[in-house]
């Protein structure tokens, strides 16, 4: 999903036209509204810097904190050595294992990611622009859950015979390449329009993974797991503060 949104993005600052009265560099701070099998708030700084003599193009670095809420959801293994039988960018073009993969459903799930994010964006006219960002490297806090693990197929449990566990949140978030990414990561792909030199509303999509840990591991063939990751694809209101 990410690699689409990437190659989407790469295809709208193909787009050229006069770049007059543009921002050579801003600051901005965001508050996006995500939702759906899920509720998430994010809360963003971010630095753009113009490329360029338009401006039109501008890349940035920034710090958001992205916070998941959600009720009887459902994890799956997450190690790509598992799912795709590679921990590398093979994992991205790899189909998936389906004998490895486990499910893991929490009742009630609640964390917070607080990473650095890449930030890419174009303008197509002075109010109108579009963008697309990732989180890149971050921690990720939050309470333990109890949850049960569901392997309708193998009938795996854990390791001491059950099949309920604690877990909380994985500590470290790392971007890699798809299913080799490690911990709760955010990206946005949205457009965004400025009511006013300062005030801009942004919508677009929301793309996350969200990780836990459980405290017991279940045996996966030669291998043992407690990492479960959640992918969810939210649709996203936002509104932008430039200064």
Known sequence: MK????????GVITFNVAGQG???????????????????????????FGIGKSNRFKIGYGIRLTSFFGSDVQFRTAPAKLTSGSASFVALFSDDIVANIDTFKLKSVQSNALNISINLQYALTQKLEVGFNIDALGVTFGGNQSGDIISLKNKRKFSDGSTQSSASPSGLNLLLVS?????????????????????????????????????????????ENNRWRYKSLLPLVAVSYKF
């Open 179 to 223: 299913d080799s990414d490690i911990g709760s990561l955010n990206s946005e792909l949205y457009a965004r329009y400025w009511v006013s030199d300062k005030i801009g509303i942004r919508a677009g999509l929301s793309f996350q993974f969200v990780e836990y840990m459980s405290d017991k591991k279940v045996n996966v063939n030669a291998d």
């Open 22 to 48: 543009l921002d050579k560099s801003y600051k901005t701070l965001d508050l996006a509204l995500a939702g759906g099998n899920g509720f998430s708030p994010a809360l963003s700084y971010t630095k753009m």
């Open 3 to 10: 690699k689409i949104i990437l190659y989407l993005f790469l």
